[in-house]
T-cell receptor, first 113, second 114 residues
Framework: EDQVTQSPEALRLQEGESSSLNCSYT??????LFWYRQDPGKGPEFLFTLYSAGEEKEKERLKATLTKKESFLHITAPKPEDSATYLC??????????????FGTGTRLLVSP | GAGVSQSPSNKVTEKGKDVELRCDPI?????LYWYRQSLGQGLEFLIYFQGNSAPDKSGLPSDRFSAERTGGSVSTLTIQRTQQEDSAVYLCASSPMGSSYEQYFGPGTRLTVT
């Protein structure tokens, strides 16, 4: 069964203190891994898609990387506005296409000034 | 442009009542998804519509749940005889043809069953 596990559940950083969030996955044939950001009371906002081991994507202070077993979301010199829950997801199953995404439970990030 | 909209934003209902949740996708998006997000749980896929094809209902948790999409646009998720375990945030997302992984989410409907 396809599974996504994120760690830590919560992370508290000081402004400027870099760190990484982890997403480990078990899936029968990876066809992509997706990162989303979710602010309280809002729907998830798409950030990145990674397709193959070794791939990296960057957006402002965020960089996502992918290995054969896990993905990392690196946050460099975070600011308070980076505070949110970060979700990781993979497409479910071999023959279901992209439409079914299996999500992890997320990492709640709080960046203090 | 306008994003995905959902209504109502909050719904409180008594156990046993039926509820309808509405989703207006981004104009021109052919794919529409419903997910459920319970406290401490990840987003749970419920149902998927793509154009005029038959919907993928494999994620619906019971036959009390149903959804329809009229005219390839607006969708309604109906929960009959609500139970307390149905309390959750129901999220709708849409995506354009050819990039279904980039799902654009609405703000959700928070359903509370008392």
């Amino acid at each position: 069964e396809d599974q996504v596990t994120q760690s830590p559940e919560a992370l508290r950083l000081q402004e400027g203190e870099s760190s990484s969030l982890n997403c480990s996955y078990t899936v029968s044939g990876l066809r992509g891994l997706f990162w989303y950001r979710q602010d309280p009371g809002k729907g998830p906002e798409f950030l990145f898609t990674l397709y193959s081991a070794g791939e990296e994507k960057e957006k402002e202070r965020l960089k996502a990387t992918l290995t054969k077993k896990e993905s990392f979301l690196h946050i460099t010199a975070p600011k308070p506005e980076d505070s949110a829950t970060y979700l990781c997801a993979v497409p479910a199953g071999m023959n279901t296409g992209f439409q079914k995404l299996v999500f992890g439970t997320g990492t709640r990030l709080l960046v203090s000034p | 442009g306008a994003g995905v909209s959902q209504s109502p934003s909050n719904k409180v209902t008594e156990k046993g009542k039926d509820v309808e949740l509405r989703c207006d996708p981004i104009s021109g998006h052919t794919a529409l998804y419903w997910y459920r997000q319970s406290l401490g749980q990840g987003l749970e896929f419920l149902i998927y519509f793509q154009g005029n094809s038959a919907p993928d209902k494999s994620g619906l948790p019971s036959d009390r749940f149903s959804a329809e999409r009229t005219g390839g646009s607006v969708s309604t998720l109906t929960i009959q005889r609500t139970q307390q375990e149905d309390s959750a945030v129901y999220l709708c997302a849409s995506s354009p043809m050819g990039s279904s992984y980039e799902q654009y989410f609405g703000p959700g409907t928070r359903l509370t069953v008392t």
